[in-house]
């Protein structure tokens, strides 16, 4: 299952930087997106969400972009800290009724963030 | 900050065997998830569930699984002969309303041998 998808299984930035995680999803029938961070022995928490009647979410130091033409979404972290290296994972929701319950993910992204 | 408990956080069971994976959702929230990871794939659904019955469920959710909540606080997950690909780390999820953000449990790693 490809429909979403995180192209980058790493990223390594330093701290105060920003950090920058993409995804592309493929299903043109998404229209809800979020993004989790997953610590290990600890399950997903989410982060930020966005419809697709927005393109930009932001919330204290996490910002998400949404280009629907392209079918991209990323998460943009400033400034970075130390305690933001986790796993990143980029998921949709398609329209309407119990689908949006049914969350889709990417395979994530390891952030490390380096003091 | 409320949060979705899961228990036990981990289960070892032999093949062919029962098992039942329990999870306490957030008390007001009023709908249900099951997802699972295999080792280094993807999180995957499984099931949604609302007012008692199954919203939805993907093709891996077949008849040797089944959901319930059988009192008002808990929601199980019951796998009624496992086999060794059912080996995965099970997260239990709630949101208040349909559409909102996922909650999710710190899983339940299951071994099948």
């Known amino acids: 299952d490809q429909q979403v998808k995180q192209n980058s299984p790493s990223l390594s930035v330093q701290e105060g930087r920003i950090s920058i995680l993409n995804c592309d999803y493929t299903?043109?029938?998404?229209?809800?997106f979020l993004w989790y961070k997953k610590y290990p022995a600890e399950g997903p928490t989410f982060l930020i969400s966005i419809s697709s009647i927005k393109d930009k979410n932001e919330d204290g130091r996490f910002t998400v972009f949404l280009n629907k033409s392209a079918k991209h979404l990323s998460l943009h972290i400033v400034p970075s800290q130390p305690g933001d290296s986790a796993v990143y994972f980029c998921?949709?929701?398609?329209?309407?009724?119990?689908?949006?319950?049914?969350?889709?993910f990417g395979q994530g992204t390891i952030l490390t963030v380096h003091p | 900050e409320p949060e979705v408990t899961q228990t036990p956080s981990h289960q070892v069971t032999q093949m062919g065997q029962e098992v039942i994976l329990r999870c306490v959702p957030i008390?007001?929230?009023?709908?249900f998830y099951w997802y699972r990871q295999i080792l280094g794939q993807k999180v995957e659904f499984l099931v949604s569930?609302?007012?008692?019955?199954?919203?939805?469920k993907s093709e891996i959710f077949d008849d040797q699984f089944s959901v319930e909540r059988p009192d008002g606080s808990n929601f199980t997950l019951k796998i009624r002969s496992t086999k060794l690909e059912d080996s995965a780390m099970y997260f239990c999820?709630?949101?208040?309303?349909?559409?909102?953000?996922?909650?999710f449990g710190s899983g339940t790693q299951l071994s099948v041998l």
């Open positions: 998921a949709a929701s398609g329209k309407g009724g119990t689908s949006y319950g049914k969350l889709t």
């Open positions: 008390s007001n929230h009023l709908y």
């Open positions: 299903n043109s029938m998404f229209d809800y």
């Open positions: 569930f609302y007012n008692n019955e199954i919203s939805e």
């Open positions: 999820a709630s949101s208040e309303q349909l559409g909102e953000k996922l909650f």
